[in-house]
C-alpha cells in the first residue's frame, strides 16, 4: 500500500492550494480526485450560462503575485471555460499535475488507531494510507436529482445540471424543460430562453433574483486591477463576506425616503452582489427592513415581466429578499416575456411523474424532448455522507453529523484524528467568496500540519469541549440574522433529500474578519482546543 503524509480529496479550488502548499513544505501528498481533470466545481458545471457572481478578479488566488500579474480575466464575471482553463494554468504553472490521481472515486476512508493512519478506498478497491487526511471535496457538490416517480422511464436527454455533458447539447428548437429555479435554474433558463424551440419551467419556490450586470474588461481596465490587487484583497479582507461588497452601517430609519430609494436604485443597477451584501445593515436582520426591501425588489419583478400572473409567481411569499442565496440573473426574467417560454407552478399542479415522453402533473401533460433537473445539492454536508468515513473506535461521520454537522472551527470533528474538514460545514469558506476564505482555511491547517511533523506528533484531534462550545458559537449567529428563519441549504433544508427537513447548523455566519480572529487566537494559544 502506498503511504502518503497527507492525503486530500478533491482538485478543486480547495485541493489545488492545499497541495501547492504542503508541497512547499517537502511533504509527500497525493491528491484523489473523481474527476478527469482538475477544477472541482468548475469541472463538473458545465451547463449554459455557468459563471461567477463574485468578480473574477477577486475569485483568483491571491497567494502568487507573478500569477495575479500573468493572467488576464475576460469578463468581470467569469464564464466556467474560462475559470477551468484558469484553475489548469495554475496546476501546470506550480507542476501540481503529478500529484493528482484523476478517475479516483474515493468509497471510504478509515482511521487505523495502532497506526494513527487513514487509510483511504477507492471505488476500484485501490488503497492509500496517510498521516493526515483532507477534505476539500466542495460544499456543493453532491447533486440531487428530483424524487419523482417515472425519473428513469424518460427517452429523451435528461441530466442534473452538475453532470452537464462535456460534449455539446443541441437545444435549438427543441422542447426544453427545467425542473428547478434556484441560482443554477436561473443561469440556464437566461441562457437558453431564446435559443431552444419551446421552454417549460416548473417552479416550486421562487427566489429573489437581482441582475448581474456582466461586462467584458478592457485592456486597460485589466491593467488597472494589476495595479490595484493589493487593494482588492483588502477591501475583501475588510467585509463580512470577503467580497468588495460591505453593508451599510446606517439604520434604514435613519435614511430619508427619497435618498434610501435613490441608494437602492443605485445598488440594482450595479454589478455583482452590491443589492445583497452592499445593502443596509438591517435589511438582513430586521423583519421590517427585509419587507420594505423586498416589496422594491418585488416591484422589479412587476415590472420586467409583462404578464401579471406570471410575474406574481416569481415573487417569493414564503421569505424576504436575501435570506436565501440570491441567484445574479441575466434576463431571466425577460424570458418570460417571449411567446415559447411557459412558467408552471408545481404548488399549483403538482409534478405527478415523468412518463417516456415528458412530464405529467396534474393539469396536464407536457412533451418535452430534454429534461434539464436544476434541482441542487444535498449541500455541504452531502459530499461527506457519501463517503463511509470511520473515525476512533468505529465512529461514523455520517451518524455523528445526523442532526446536523459538529466541528471546532469548522475544520476538526472529534473523534476523526488527523482528519481536516477543509471547506467543511461551520467553516468561513461556506458562506462567503470562496476562494479568499479558502485561502484562510488552507494557510492556518498547512501551518498547522507542519509544525506538527516539525515537533514529530502524528496525532492531532479537537476535543469534545471545544467542539461543543464552537457549535454554540455558531448558532448564536443564527439568532441574529433573518436567515435561521428561512428553508434554504444554509439552514440544512432540501426537499429532495430525506431527513432534511430541519434547521441545522451548517455555516459560520459571522463574517471572515471574525473567524480569521478566532483561528489567529487558536494557533497564537499553541492551538488550545486541540489534543496531540
Not at 500573468?70 to 506550480?94: C, G, I, M
Not at 467584458?216 to 494589476?226: F, G, L
Not at 484562510?440 to 462550545?469: C, H, M, P
Not at 434547521?503 to 473567524?515: F, H, I, K, N, Q
Request: charged share 25%; glycine share 8%; with cysteine.
Amino acid at each position: 500500500m502506498k503511504k502518503y503524509d497527507v492525503i486530500i480529496i478533491g482538485a478543486g479550488v480547495c485541493g489545488i492550494y492545499m497541495l501547492y502548499r504542503l508541497l512547499q513544505q517537502g511533504l509527500k501528498v497525493l491528491v484523489l480526485d473523481k474527476a478527469e481533470g482538475p477544477g472541482g466545481t468548475w469541472y463538473w458545471n458545465r451547463y449554459p450560462g455557468a459563471r461567477f457572481d463574485s468578480e473574477s478578479y477577486t475569485y483568483g488566488y491571491s497567494f502568487s503575485e507573478e500569477l495575479l500579474q500573468e493572467w488576464d480575466w475576460s469578463e468581470h464575471f467569469a464564464a466556467q471555460p474560462e475559470t477551468l482553463r484558469y484553475l489548469n494554468h495554475v496546476v501546470d504553472k506550480f507542476d501540481l499535475r503529478d500529484y493528482m490521481t484523476f478517475g479516483a472515486h474515493v468509497q471510504s476512508a478509515r482511521f487505523i488507531e495502532a497506526d494513527n493512519q487513514w487509510s483511504v478506498t477507492l471505488e476500484s478497491g485501490e488503497s492509500f494510507q496517510s498521516t493526515f487526511l483532507c477534505t476539500a471535496i466542495g460544499m456543493l457538490s453532491a447533486a440531487t436529482p428530483p424524487r419523482i416517480p417515472g425519473i428513469e422511464s424518460f427517452r429523451g436527454e435528461s441530466f442534473h445540471t452538475y453532470y452537464w455533458p462535456k460534449e455539446p447539447v443541441d437545444l435549438k428548437g427543441k422542447k426544453v424543460a427545467v425542473i428547478g429555479t434556484g441560482a443554477t435554474g436561473v443561469q440556464v433558463i437566461g441562457a437558453i430562453a431564446e435559443e431552444v424551440g419551446e421552454l417549460t419551467v416548473f417552479q416550486r419556490r421562487p427566489n429573489w433574483c437581482a441582475p448581474l450586470h456582466n461586462s467584458k474588461i478592457t485592456a486597460e481596465e485589466m491593467a488597472e486591477i494589476k495595479a490595484s490587487y493589493d487593494e482588492i484583497f483588502r477591501q475583501c479582507e475588510s467585509t463580512p463576506n470577503g467580497f468588495l461588497h460591505g453593508p451599510d452601517r446606517r439604520e434604514l430609519s435613519e435614511v430619508p425616503q427619497d435618498e434610501k430609494l435613490a441608494y437602492w436604485e443605485d445598488l440594482y443597477n450595479s454589478p455583482g452582489f452590491g443589492v445583497w451584501l452592499g445593502n443596509f445593515r438591517d435589511v438582513l436582520m430586521d423583519p421590517a427592513a427585509n419587507a420594505e426591501f423586498s416589496e422594491f425588489i418585488a416591484g422589479k419583478i412587476l415590472s420586467r415581466v409583462k404578464d401579471p400572473v406570471t410575474a406574481e409567481k416569481l415573487i417569493p411569499k414564503d421569505h424576504g429578499f436575501g435570506t436565501r442565496r440570491v441567484p445574479l440573473e441575466t434576463r431571466y426574467y425577460e424570458a418570460y416575456n417571449l411567446e415559447h417560454v411557459h412558467l408552471v407552478d408545481i404548488n399549483e399542479t403538482p409534478i405527478e411523474c415523468i412518463d417516456e415522453t415528458g412530464i405529467q402533473t396534474s393539469a396536464a401533460h407536457f412533451d418535452v424532448d430534454v429534461i434539464i433537473f436544476a434541482t441542487g445539492f444535498d449541500a455541504i454536508t452531502g459530499a461527506f455522507d457519501r463517503i463511509d468515513i470511520e473515525g476512533a473506535g468505529g465512529l461514523k461521520l455520517r451518524d455523528k453529523w445526523q442532526d446536523g454537522p459538529i466541528t471546532y472551527l469548522g475544520i476538526q470533528v472529534a473523534g476523526f484524528p488527523n482528519l481536516f474538514t477543509l471547506a467543511g460545514p461551520q467553516g468561513a469558506s461556506v458562506a462567503t467568496n470562496f476562494p479568499p476564505a479558502i485561502e484562510t482555511a488552507v494557510e492556518w491547517t498547512s501551518d498547522f500540519i507542519e509544525q506538527l511533523v516539525k515537533e514529530g506528533k502524528n496525532r492531532v484531534e479537537a476535543e469534545e469541549a471545544a467542539e461543543g462550545a464552537w457549535v454554540e458559537h455558531v448558532k448564536s449567529f443564527y439568532d441574529m440574522s433573518l436567515l435561521a428563519n428561512t428553508k434554504s441549504w444554509f439552514t440544512g433544508y432540501n426537499s429532495n433529500v430525506e431527513g432534511h427537513d430541519k434547521l441545522r447548523y451548517m455555516v459560520y455566519l459571522g463574517g471572515s474578519p471574525t473567524y480569521r480572529e478566532k483561528l489567529a487566537d487558536v494557533a497564537s494559544s499553541g492551538y488550545k482546543g486541540f489534543v496531540t
